[in-house]
């Protein structure tokens, strides 16, 4: 009776409804339930957890007993907290998309934000679908039809049962379309920023990173002082090479410690208006080149890619307007696709105009592109105005263009390129199979100043080498240039076929079709390419096997005049050739599938060189928690020498498993082996094998799905063939001997919070035994003092690297 | 010049380069363990200890006395390497020059506080400062034949004995201020032992009496989910005596912040971070300018509850060096903690490589531009700490 009467009493004090989750640290001081240690107490939970689930959580908090709980049952409710909203497929798809053969960094910032803000399946049509990682021109035709006859879907699984869709293409589709409605009217503010720090520790790349290119320009200036090498034709050249050498070193030095960071912010205001900015620079990059030319301030110097954007959606015959830094993929690439990454042998690629926050820069475009749809016809046109670097000749004018990580002073901001053109589209789908269409395009491209790719710019006068680059010899001359396309792709059931063909202004051809067949099971696709020698479109990454200066003079800086231009060797241009490629992808059963299996049979068109590249791997997957892969890849390649070609085979075999043994937790190991077996050659002896390999670890554990460590751990083994593995968002080159582990982690600590931690260490071994020299003049020898010689060392490089990423949503 | 810098700059040359050793040492751990685990936030740690350096922060102490202790030891590596040339002039590599690997007991500190109402009050000691290194190389001529043994050892702490009050002015603001008186002693010995009992031997010892005054005063701000402080110390009178000879050492004011998120999730998280920054640029030896630049440093950790209360932290420090660009340093940090009752046990481990090349570093020895003796060191410090609310 008395305890009814007390209860009575406390009821009167509570408001009715009194949710604890939301209640402040006084309201809770309040309740005559609670003491206040145990007011403190529930608080500090409630604010550090966000919120109870029920109310019989509280039970687990010390000093709260079943009458505590009581009374809080009979007074209070608990409304469960919101959940998050950000999915930490965010953090994950950066992971998932960095495999061999990958889509690239455009690609990726492109399907985070659709993560975020998915496409709105019902407005859209295959054109739109062509853009998503894994999903092909049949699967997104097939959605396309199927909207068009049936009308729009109430919910996305509704798509699963389209007809000619497969399941592999409607699983890489879901995550990033949603059948909401976009308001064109709303102005509801959201934005983003994104900070990451990259560094690393230690003697990076000892051979493509700066100390590498330290080492040969070093080399290259001690060679011309020492007079071991005849300089260009007259003294004045001879001083201005050797000035810019020097020159060169010097800003290498000071990008020796160099870290890498870079600040992206992105906001927008409904379906309508976004906009965005970033601010950047490299690990080991030299900035203070002109970020923002001719301004004179610190910002300069800090960074070496700066780009911005505003962008307009609409629901009008004008679909989008991006004014600022754009990304354009068309087609087959063949024209305009204006990333700085060349990927190889990837038949998926981004379609689309989209804003563009990446690192890129060499092929970044500013100014202005549009995309516009009226009925059956969709349109890009785009204009652009913006500095590029180039090699330069010594006496300043600008050789070729040029893309490299090291952008010394003399090579940067060379000329301003003037870019324009526009791409039209034909949609025949309303009288034949959806997907059907035909386009034509045209590209120009104007430069401030005339290209004159001399080979006196670039070859070491007397050196034994005799200059042969065909490559090169056809690389643009003068200030302008031209290209007109044409393209037609249909779809029929589940068949494909696609063709773009490119002319360039100086009569030179490209072309490139591609033919496709799928389901459920097996996947069939093949494309036939040529790309002549004298066609050279700096925006082209089409389907490719090598980039343009692959197996040439340029992947050896000491047969350059300037070492550094040996970075050409990464313009992410294709390679003059023809080829055939087929792939497939095969379930046989539940428990086996050819993943893939692809052979590319190709012609170096510079040297009319056949080659060949075959890779297959196959999955066993004996109960559903574990797989085993294993990969064979196989390639013959034939390099022109100067008196008889050389050749080439390598071989690799890799077996993967894949494991999930409990819960959240996922283990993976990796055993790889590879040889090369290269022409014998008298001057280097006649032992041309080389061969290397490496065991990988992996194993992640979730704790919850907001938090996970991952670690990592690779033992490898080289003679002279270094390897290469991919970590989880980047591959890494493995040289001499060594080992590594590293660990990441990644937190999701709210929807306005995730941060994501890596740490590697990286320890590898170079045993340097028995330096005999005979000759006294050709000594190995201590830094600073030629004389004092040394005949054996060891060289043990550890490099420590860490890469932190902090997203702010709001 | 002072007989300190000149001091500095004599060693510099002898040791082939310490650059921080011979400044004022490596920083000690100013906060908690907890905080050492969280990239070393210690403007943004709330502890007895960390109520030294953020006086405004013990308001936000538990009500009553609470205690914390912290200790350390440090494992220190350090390799030099000197790069062998072909006749081109290419690097083949990096060969080494010498290996040293050292193990220092580090004290870390131990403070009180008392809060009542809106009134908090602590102190304390810390070693805010430690020198710590022994370098031992055998010298050998061109045919391997030993001729010396060069042995250099550092060694000595600065004691930071501080005190702190704050109040609380409104309900989600409060301001404090503290200072300390900081002494301590520098240790340096270099020697040079000859095999030919012909040569004489080397042999330099130096020590540094180091002391001073450091005055701070910082506010914080709750926000909700959110807490911010903000600060400055300024060191006042700080002296540096070598054999009866003192030098004054004009130290600047330098400008600290700190951040607590706390998101509200199942694993109870909590961000912390924080950000310095000195004018290092106006220290002066004696009132003559020491060519050093302005400095910068920032921290940021997360810790999470796991399954089992047991607490994980991870973080990640920055801090530009003084000296040269060179000597910028990142930390990165890990550790556990679990809650007894009113007592906490944190445990942290941290780990600092830096490589840097001589040439890098003025008034170092150097042979030409980017051809020099190359430094890859690096220290793991493991601390515990232990603290108790009464």
Known sequence: ?810 | MGITAGGMIILLALSGGLPEINWLGDEGVLGSAAAAALGNTVYADVSPQAALQNPAMSSRLPEGFSAGFTGSVALDIEKRTRRVYDSFGGVVGESEHSFNQNFHPLPGGVAMAWTQGSLALAAGWRASSTFGYEYSRVMNDGDYVEVAEEMLDVSGMLNDFGFSAAWTQWESVSFGAGGSFVTGTRSSSHRIAYVDPTVTDLDTEVDTDISGIVARASAVVDLGRVSVSAGIEQPVGWKAEIASVETDLTLPLTARAGLRYLPGNHLMSLFVADFWWSGTSSVEIDDVDAAMRNSWGFGAGVENTLPGNTIGRVGFEYDSSPLAGALNRMTFTTGLGWAVDDYSLDAAVSFSPIRWDQYQVDGLPSFTLGDTLVVESSRTEFTLGLAKAF
């Open chain 1, 1 to 810: 009776m008395l305890f009814s009467l007390l209860l009575a009493s406390m009821l009167a004090a509570v408001p009715p409804g009194f949710d604890l989750n939301s209640a402040s640290y006084e309201e809770l001081y309040s309740l005559e339930g609670l003491t206040s240690e145990q007011a403190v107490v529930l608080y500090e939970y409630i604010q550090g957890t966000g919120g109870l689930e029920n109310i019989y959580e509280v039970l687990e908090l010390p000093d709260f007993t079943p009458v505590t709980l009581g009374w809080l049952r009979e007074n209070t409710i608990v409304l469960p907290p919101a959940e998050p909203e950000i999915s930490s497929d965010v953090l994950n798809v950066m992971e998932r998309l960095a495999q061999e053969d990958g889509p690239g960094d455009a690609a990726v910032e492109y399907w985070e934000d659709l993560l975020l803000r998915p496409m709105p399946i019902n407005q859209i049509s295959w054109w739109d679908l062509r853009s998503l990682d894994r999903v092909s021109f049949i699967d997104a035709a097939s959605v396309d039809a199927r909207l068009r006859s049936l009308g729009p879907v109430s919910s996305v699984s509704s798509l699963r049962s389209t007809e000619n869709l497969r399941y592999y293409g409607y699983r890489n589709m879901r995550d990033y379309i949603s059948t909401r409605e976009p308001d064109y009217s709303a102005t509801d503010f959201y934005g983003s920023y994104r900070f990451i720090y990259d560094d690393n520790e230690g003697r990076s790349g000892i051979d493509d990173g700066v100390e590498g290119h330290l080492s040969e320009l070093k080399s290259a200036i001690t060679d011309i002082l020492a007079g071991g090498r005849e300089l260009s034709s007259t003294s004045i050249d001879s001083l201005e090479l050797i000035t810019r050498l020097q020159s060169e070193y010097s800003q290498l030095l000071d990008s020796r410690d160099v870290t890498g960071f870079s600040h992206r912010i992105r906001v927008g205001a409904g379906d309508r208006y976004r906009a965005g900015a970033r601010l950047s620079r490299g690990v080991n990059t030299i900035a203070g080149s002109n970020l923002i030319a001719g301004l004179d301030a610190p910002v300069n110097d800090r960074f070496d890619v700066g780009k911005v954007y505003f962008s307009f959606q609409d629901d009008g015959f004008v679909r989008q307007v991006v004014a600022g830094n754009y990304r354009l993929s068309l087609a087959q690439g063949l024209l305009i696709d204006n990333s700085d990454e060349l990927m190889y042998r990837n038949t998926y690629r981004t379609w689309g105009l989209t804003p563009d926050l990446t690192s890129s820069r060499q092929n970044a475009l500013l100014g202005g592109a549009t995309q516009m749809e009226a009925g059956p016809l969709l349109g890009y046109a785009f204009g652009s105005f913006t500095p590029r670097d180039a090699i330069t000749n010594l006496d300043g004018s600008p050789n070729v263009l040029y893309q490299g990580v090291f952008r010394p002073e003399e090579y940067s901001d060379v000329l301003d390129e003037t870019t324009y053109g526009g791409y039209a589209f034909y949609d025949m789908g309303d009288y034949l199979p959806v997907g059907t269409a035909i386009g034509v395009g045209a590209l120009g491209i104007q430069y401030s100043d005339s290209l004159n790719p001399t080979m006196a710019g670039m070859d070491i006068p007397t050196d034994t080498y005799t200059w042969d680059c065909p490559e090169y010899a056809y690389m643009p001359a003068g200030d302008k240039m031209s290209y007109i396309a044409a393209s037609a792709q249909t779809v029929y059931r589940n068949m494909s076929a696609e063709m773009e063909a490119v002319r360039q202004d100086n009569g030179a051809w490209a072309s490139i079709t591609t033919a496709n067949w799928q389901n459920n099971w097996l996947n069939v696709s093949a494309s036939y390419r040529n790309y002549a020698l004298d066609f050279m479109n700096p925006y082209n990454r089409a389907f490719s096997e090598q980039h343009r200066f692959d197996d040439t003079v340029f992947e050896k800086p000491y047969r350059l005049n300037d070492p550094l231009a040996s970075q050409l060797a990464d313009l992410p241009v294709p390679k003059p050739e023809e080829g055939l490629y087929m792939e497939t992808r095969f379930q046989v059963s539940q428990q086996v599938t050819f993943t893939k299996v692809y052979l590319d049979v190709w012609r170096n068109l510079a040297y009319d060189t056949e080659n060949l590249r075959f890779q297959g791997e196959v999955e066993y997957r004996p109960v559903w928690p574990v797989r085993f892969r294993l990969k064979y890849k196989f390639q013959d390649k034939i390099n022109n020498k100067e008196i008889v070609p050389s050749n080439s085979r390598t071989q690799e075999f890799t077996l993967r498993t894949f494991s999930l043994p409990v819960g959240g937790d996922y283990f993976s190991m990796e055993l790889r082996y590879g040889n090369v077996e290269l022409t014998p050659n008298p001057l280097y002896g006649d032992d041309r094998s080389m061969c290397g390999g490496f065991l990988a670890m992996r194993w992640e554990h979730e704790f919850s799905p907001e938090l996970s460590v991952l670690g990592g751990s690779t033992f490898w083994t080289t003679d002279g063939m270094s390897q290469w593995e991919f970590e989880d968002t980047g591959i890494d080159f493995l040289d001499g001997d060594g080992t590594k582990f590293y660990v990441t982690l990644k937190n999701t600590l709210s929807d306005n919070l995730q941060l994501r931690f890596k740490f590697v260490r990286k320890d590898t071994f170079f045993p340097h035994n028995g330096f005999y020299r005979p000759d006294p003049d050709d000594q190995y020898h201590y830094q600073g003092n030629p004389d004092e010689t040394v005949t054996d060392f060891g060289d043990h490089v550890t490099d420590y690297g860490i890469r932190c990423q902090f997203d702010i949503r709001w």
